[in-house]
Structure formats: structure tokens, C-alpha cells
């Protein structure tokens, strides 16, 4: 107990540091700051005929996935920055934050060792190296011949394999502990014709984007308890209705947050970059989402899987991760703090 004599007020060492433990104030975590920071709400969209390209600060639009509220950027945000990671050479990494997802975790879309990069993706590749078969849509798939046999996901598509390979060779040792594997990534196989598949519909002719995904063997995920359970890394690509979501429009330019460095110039130069969502089969060639880079803004297309074109990985924070600094400026990036758990 703290001794009086006169007017003064005694505290022994041991009692500083029971006070300072009670009153030491905790960093916040991403998803609390987020929610903390963007005080501009404007609710849920309706209307995603038309591109959505204002300047948007210290702004969460609202939706839905699996019945739960999510957060998400969309327009010209210039304040979800993120830097979390460091690469195999040990420079810091930087992503942009595309949403928050129902488990709670807030979602990433990789943007390279700067905020100015030209080229924010860990390569190029195809899709898949072959085309002629319905199942090559896929992230995953068994045999071929049908959806069906398809979502048997036993076999890698090209560009998951460059995408677990920089994973590993980057992320996995020391920042796999702060990613949900829990996070469901949507490669929406579901088609009632054989032709065209889910995001065709919902964003071309319905224009009425959805962050579900009804049928569980697309629900690519590393736990099997909120989807399929195939992923080997907690890591995968972003979908054509989270381009959608965040103001891009099919085959219109759209220069948004997803578009643009901190310098307003395209984040792949000139090049295109894939999407997770399948596009459409022609009986003949298989095609998925995409878009463009410098030459068509923002551009929400569609490309034939054999197609060579930019790898940026998405990755999906767990809810409990803290950050020790940052307000989402490029400036300024929200930095995750690095513990020994993760949270």
C-alpha cells in the first residue's frame, strides 16, 4: 500500500509496475483502428452499373458475406495502406486492404516493396498452361470433362503454384502466423448453361456483386471448417466481384485504389493481372477475370487462361492482430507489430 508523510506520496518500485501493467496503453488491433479511423459510412451500394472513382478518405462502405456486416474500400482510397512482411532480401512489403472479411480478419492485396511500385505483383504467369478443357477456369481441379469433376481440386493450377512458391519462400517462416486460415477465397465454378460461371452473371448481367460463395468446393481455404480446406498457404488471389465492389465496372476504365500507386499511376505499369474468378468456357477455351493494367485503367476484363500476365496475391490478416503505428496513408501505412504469436 503507498505511504503518506506529509504531502508526500511513497510508491515502492514493485507497486510502479503493478500501475504501469494496469494503465499501460495497448497497441490496437488492425480491424479495431480501421473501424476507428474511417468514421465516413455511407452503408451498402446499390448501384454498380457505373464506375465509383471519388476521392475517398476515412471511408467503409458496407455489405454482407456469410450473413455477417463486412467493411470495404472502394473508389480512389488513398488511406488503406498496410505494411506487413518482409521478402526473401528482407524489404519491407506493402499491400493495399481490400475489405474485411466475416471471420473478422481484414483482407490484403499485394503491392511489392513501395508504395510508387510500376510493377506490384510477384511475377507473371498464366492462369493455366492449358486452355481446351472447361475445369481449366479453376484454382484447383481434378479430373477434367465437367465442373463436377473439376471441383474434385486435387490438382494445382499454374498460378497457384507460383503462388505457394513465393509464399513459401517469403512469407511462411516468420508471417504465417498472422494470416486466418479461416478466409475463404472464391474461385465461383457454378454455371447453368456451361458456358458462362457465377461472377459473369452476378457482374455483367445482373451488375450485383456478392462476397459469398454458395458451393463449398470453391470455397478455397486452408481449414475445413468455413470451406474446402485444399489450400496448403493462407494465400490466394483477389475475385471480380471485390474489383467490382471496390468500383470497377466490366469493360469500362476505372481508376481506383486497386489501380493506382501513391504516385496516381497504374501498380503494374502496362500489364494486365489475373483474378480468381472464372469467366466463361467457349467449347474451345476456357477464360478467366482480369485487369488491365496503364493502357485501359482499371479495366475490368476477361482473358484466356494461357495468357501471361501479372500475380498479385491476397492474404487475410487474422481479427486479433495488432499494428504498432500508422493511419493507412502511403505515408503512413498501418504496421503490423510483430510478436511471437502473431496476436
Known amino acids: ?64 458475406e456469410d450473413g455477417k456486416t463486412v467493411y470495404y474500400f472502394a473508389g480512389n482510397a488513398t488511406d488503406n495502406w498496410v505494411k506487413f512482411g518482409k521478402n526473401a532480401y528482407d524489404q519491407d512489403l506493402y499491400w493495399r486492404i481490400i475489405r474485411t472479411n466475416s471471420d473478422g480478419g481484414v483482407r490484403l492485396l499485394y503491392h511489392s ?51 505457394d512458391k513465393w509464399y513459401k519462400d517469403n512469407l511462411n517462416t516468420n508471417y504465417g502466423k498472422y494470416l486466418s486460415t479461416t478466409a475463404v477465397y472464391c474461385n465461383d465454378r457454378s454455371t447453368s448453361d456451361n458456358t458462362n460461371f457465377g461472377a459473369y452473371t452476378r457482374l455483367i448481367t445482373n451488375k450485383t456483386p456478392s462476397y459469398d460463395c454458395a458451393v463449398t468446393e470453391d470455397k478455397f481455404t486452408v481449414d475445413n471448417s468455413t470451406g474446402n480446406g485444399k489450400l496448403t498457404y493462407p494465400i490466394a488471389l483477389m475475385t ?76 487475410s490478416l487474422k481479427s486479433c492482430v495488432k499494428i504498432s503505428g500508422g493511419d493507412g496513408s502511403a505515408s503512413a501505412p498501418y504496421t503490423i507489430k510483430e510478436t511471437t504469436s502473431g496476436c
Do not use: H
Not at 21 to 49: C, I, N
Not at 240 to 269: H, L, P
Open 1 to 64: 500500500v503507498p505511504t503518506v508523510s506529509g504531502n508526500t506520496l511513497t510508491i515502492s518500485n514493485v507497486q510502479k509496475n503493478e500501475f504501469c501493467q494496469v494503465y499501460k496503453k495497448e497497441e490496437p488491433t488492425l480491424l479495431s483502428q480501421l473501424l476507428a479511423d474511417k468514421t465516413t459510412r455511407p452503408g451498402a451500394r446499390t448501384d454498380f452499373s457505373t464506375v465509383l472513382t471519388n476521392d475517398n478518405t476515412n471511408t467503409l462502405y458496407t455489405s454482407t
Open 113 to 163: 516493396i513501395s508504395t510508387t511500385a510500376t510493377d506490384a505483383y510477384i511475377g507473371t504467369s498464366t492462369f493455366n498452361s492449358s486452355y481446351n478443357n472447361i475445369a481449366y477456369v479453376s484454382y484447383m481441379y481434378g479430373n477434367l470433362g465437367s465442373v463436377a469433376n473439376a471441383r474434385e481440386n486435387t490438382t494445382d493450377s499454374t498460378i497457384k503454384t507460383i503462388i
Open 240 to 315: 471480380a466481384d471485390e474489383i467490382s465492389y471496390a468500383g470497377g465496372v466490366f469493360v469500362k476504365n476505372a481508376e481506383t485504389w486497386y489501380y493506382k500507386n501513391s504516385a496516381n499511376e497504374s501498380s503494374t505499369g502496362s500489364n494486365y493481372w489475373w483474378l480468381m474468378s472464372p469467366y466463361s468456357w467457349e467449347g474451345s477455351y476456357a477464360y478467366g477475370f482480369s485487369v488491365s493494367g496503364s493502357f485501359d485503367p482499371g479495366y475490368l476484363d476477361y482473358n484466356g487462361v494461357r495468357g501471361v500476365y501479372g500475380v498479385r496475391p491476397a492474404v
